[in-house]
Nanobody
Framework: QVQLVESGGGLVQAGGSLRLSCAAS????????MEWYRQVPGKQRELVAV???????NYADSVRGRFTISRDNAKNTVYLQMNNLKPEDTSVYYC?????????????WGQGTQVTVSS
């Protein structure tokens, strides 16, 4: 099966930067869309950024201009470069991929990584 491992979270001061990574492992799969979500306790999980198989991207209004999503297909990895971080960006960040195995398509979630931005 496909497994996602996230890394890059941590504590950073407002205005700083972090780079999140999400690496997919397994066999017999091809990745379609890759996404980043975030969720704080008591609130709904929020879509932050999307990158399609063709490389087109979309962002939530709250992060547009500050965050950049990218992918390395050779490494089966998606990244989220987060610049000019704000305290309201504090959240657990999750990656999700849509992958095709054999004739079926599945969606997989990463384990989440904590991002904390201090004022």
């Amino acid at each position: 099966q496909v497994q996602l491992v996230e890394s890059g979270g941590g504590l950073v001061q407002a205005g700083g930067s972090l780079r999140l990574s999400c690496a997919a492992s397994g066999s017999g799969f091809s990745i379609n869309t890759m996404e980043w979500y975030r969720q704080v306790p008591g609130k709904q999980r929020e879509l932050v950024a999307v990158i399609t198989s063709s490389g087109s991207t979309n962002y939530a209004d709250s992060v547009r201009g500050r965050f950049t999503i990218s992918r390395d297909n050779a490494k089966n990895t998606v990244y989220l470069q987060m610049n000019n971080l704000k305290p309201e960006d504090t959240s657990v960040y999750y990656c999700r991929i849509t992958a095709t195995q054999a004739i079926r398509t599945y969606q997989y979630w990463g384990q989440g990584t904590q991002v904390t931005v201090s004022s």
